[in-house]
């Protein structure tokens, strides 16, 4: 049977470029993925603990948020806000396992540098259903 991870649906006056199927189980995949440890990218790997048990509902929400792609008036990109990427590294970033010199801030920097709503995903949105 079939699992609805994300919750677009019921978010009939919100605007979504993906909310499907396929989506969702892009979002069950990456979290699998990050529980392993790592989340990977292409230009770095960040270390984090165990995501089932630190913040689950806020990486299932950076999971949904990145597959799913909520529009905004101002942004063709799909980032998390800055202050989230910072809130969610500090608490559950594998620091022990950061390279020499990074930290939250500075990889947060990189991957999502914007701090307005407008412009960038904010995850307090996504982290109950309406």
Not at 49 to 72: E, G
Request: hydrophobic share 35%; proline share 7%; charged share 25%.
């Amino acid at each position: 049977m079939y699992m609805n991870l994300c919750v677009c649906i019921h978010r009939p006056t919100e605007l979504f470029r993906s909310c499907n199927m396929q989506s969702d189980q892009g979002a069950m995949n990456d979290i699998k993925l990050w529980s392993n440890g790592t989340i990977k990218m292409p230009f770095m790997n960040i270390p984090v603990l165990d995501i089932r048990k630190c913040l689950p509902d806020m990486w299932k929400a950076v999971a949904c948020s990145l597959q799913i792609k909520p529009c905004h008036s101002k942004s063709r990109g799909s980032i998390i806000c800055k202050s989230d990427c910072v809130d969610i590294l500090t608490k559950c970033g594998d620091k022990k396992r950061f390279h020499e010199g990074q930290t939250p801030e500075r990889l947060c920097e990189v991957l999502s540098p914007i701090d307005d709503p407008e412009r960038c995903i904010p995850l307090h949105r996504y982290l109950s259903e309406l």
